[in-house]
């Protein structure tokens, strides 16, 4: 079965360009339009291409009518991947006993989806006469060809490039079937922030050929994957936009002992930091163990010495567990707090067994409202259900004691600023203890100077000291910044580990308590 184009492909990317612009919206119904695309390619390769919208499916030149084979025709030549596949719940979609009891086999709404090629010429069909039921078994349950198309013709002829079955990670391949209400997935993750490469990330990796490991290890998904399969990303063209897509983090070809075919676990407590300059293959295959959302929500290798910019917006993993920042004791090690699903904290829970044993997943992929049979793909937290389990109201009013300690510090590193900064630093427009490039703190203070309220913007209109200078700004000073930005960019308000939080503000406090006062 043709699959659904979608936002950009790691191959034939010229020929998605223009299936794109037939639909926005994933669905069956565009098979039959697709099935014309995927074999135009040769006749379209061989010219320059023009990038223009069409209004109907493109003729097929010079390839052969698509014909289904089923997967057993992939087994001489893909048997390594074919082996998996077998063991994976796409295979028995359609003989499943719950699918079998619901009525499926027999149902044509649900048969596009379970089988390869349904309603297609040469897919899968089935007849139900005087109570014998018979249907074509080569072509029964989700295969190879649901993904990446008709595949009889490059079966007969592998050498042929016109028949080459088509090889793309667009979320649609798989929104065409997770969609809807029983299974919304796809309108869940499309409104999500996986769901378009971050406009900075995107620029940066354009401009420079440095930056698409660097930032598309975790901003693009076709560089991702290339990496994970140690392939060259700089080969990758007009691919950097491709976001994190399904196939990202699931792996379809196999199955696991992670839930859901996920590439990686969604539990771990080993300390884990990618640094933009670590070898990324090597790194990551020393660390498959690494909850799944830890392998791109972490510190980057962030360190209080550093000058030049704050921590990265991504360092979840490591609050989480509380493995990161200067606390009075010296650099914090392994501070986990009741949201790190460690087994102790279920002494905190209403029943006392009670944790959350999936980390990130427990709050941010809840269970979707009925009808809906699956986990939320938002990555918001949708529901506070599962908070009741320990509070015994709706969480959040740490949020204010964070944002008031933060007002404090605040107030604290201006008070250094004005009156005991080395005077070398004094300059019109800068703000002394910043980084080089802001972090993006901004504020509003009193008649007292006190900072009654604060907001962290993309963009400030002040600079911090240069590199030289920054030399001039005592430890205490940057340990206590670097603090600052730790609480503020996880992001959660102490959520995710409230009590570290606070022992990160109170540390940092006390540093420039002691610059003040020394």
């Not at 018979?134 to 016109?162: F, I, K, R, W």
């Not at 929104?175 to 919304?184: F, I, K, L, N, V």
């Not at 691919?239 to 696991?256: E, G």
């Amino acid at each position: 079965m043709p699959r659904c184009p979608g936002k950009g492909g790691r191959f034939n990317s010229d020929i998605m360009n223009r299936a794109r612009t037939l639909s926005s919206n994933p669905t069956p119904l565009f098979f039959l339009a697709v099935a014309a695309i995927f074999f135009t390619a040769a006749s379209m390769m061989a010219q320059p291409v023009k990038h223009v919208a069409i209004t109907r499916p493109l003729s097929r030149v010079s390839s052969p009518a698509p014909k289904y084979a089923g997967s057993k025709a992939c087994l001489t030549c893909h048997l390594s991947i074919c082996q998996y596949v077998a063991n994976t719940p796409h295979a028995s979609a359609f003989s499943s006993p719950a699918f079998k009891a619901a009525g499926g086999q027999t149902n044509s709404l649900c048969l596009p989806c379970h089988t390869v090629g349904y309603g297609l010429p040469t897919g899968f069909s089935f007849t139900n006469k005087n109570r014998v039921f018979s249907y074509a078994t080569n072509l029964a349950g989700v295969q190879c060809e649901n993904c990446h198309g008709p595949a009889a013709n490059h079966a007969a002829s592998e050498d042929d490039p016109t028949a080459v079955p088509q090889v793309d990670i667009a979320a649609t391949v798989c929104g065409c079937c997770h969609t809807g209400p029983m299974q919304p997935t796809y309108e869940e993750w499309n409104t999500s922030g996986h769901a378009a490469v971050v406009p900075d990330a995107l620029s940066a990796m354009s401009s420079s050929a440095n930056n698409i490991s660097s930032c598309g290890r975790c901003h693009s998904g076709s560089v991702r994957l290339a990496l994970i399969n140690g392939q060259n990303p700089l080969t990758l063209t007009n691919d950097l936009d491709v976001a994190i897509t399904c196939v990202v983090c699931h792996d379809p070809h196999q199955t696991n002992s992670n839930p859901a075919q996920l590439r990686n676990p969604i539990h771990s407590t080993n300390y884990f930091s990618l640094a933009t300059s670590d070898v990324f293959t090597k790194k990551y295959q020393a660390n498959t163990n690494i909850n799944l959302c830890g392998q791109c929500h972490n510190a980057r290798g962030a360190a209080w010495t550093d000058t030049s910019s704050a921590p990265h917006h991504s360092l979840q993993y490591n609050f989480l567990l509380g493995s990161i920042g200067e606390l009075l004791g010296g650099s914090a090690t392994f501070n986990p707090g009741t949201h790190a699903g460690l087994p102790n904290s279920a002494r905190f829970s209403i029943s006392g067994t009670f944790y959350l044993t999936n980390q990130c997943v427990s709050c941010h992929m809840q269970k979707d409202a009925p009808p809906a049979i699956t986990q939320s793909h938002t990555f918001e937290i949708t529901s506070h259900d599962v908070c009741m389990n320990c509070h015994l109201t709706e969480p959040g009013q740490s949020a204010s004691t964070i944002s008031n300690n933060v007002s404090l510090l605040i107030y604290e590193l201006n008070l250094w600023a004005a009156t005991k900064a080395p005077a070398a630093l004094r300059t019109k427009g800068v703000v002394i203890w910043e980084y080089t490039t802001p972090g993006g703190l901004i504020w509003q203070t009193n008649s007292t100077g006190f900072v009654t309220s604060w907001i962290q913007m993309d963009q400030v209109n002040f600079s911090g000291p240069n590199a030289a200078s920054q030399a001039l700004i005592p430890n205490n000073i940057k340990k206590a910044r670097f603090n600052l930005y730790l609480v503020i960019n996880d992001g959660s308000l102490g959520a995710h580990n409230l009590t570290f939080a606070l022992d990160l503000l109170y540390a940092a406090q006390i540093l420039v308590e002691q610059e003040l006062f020394q």
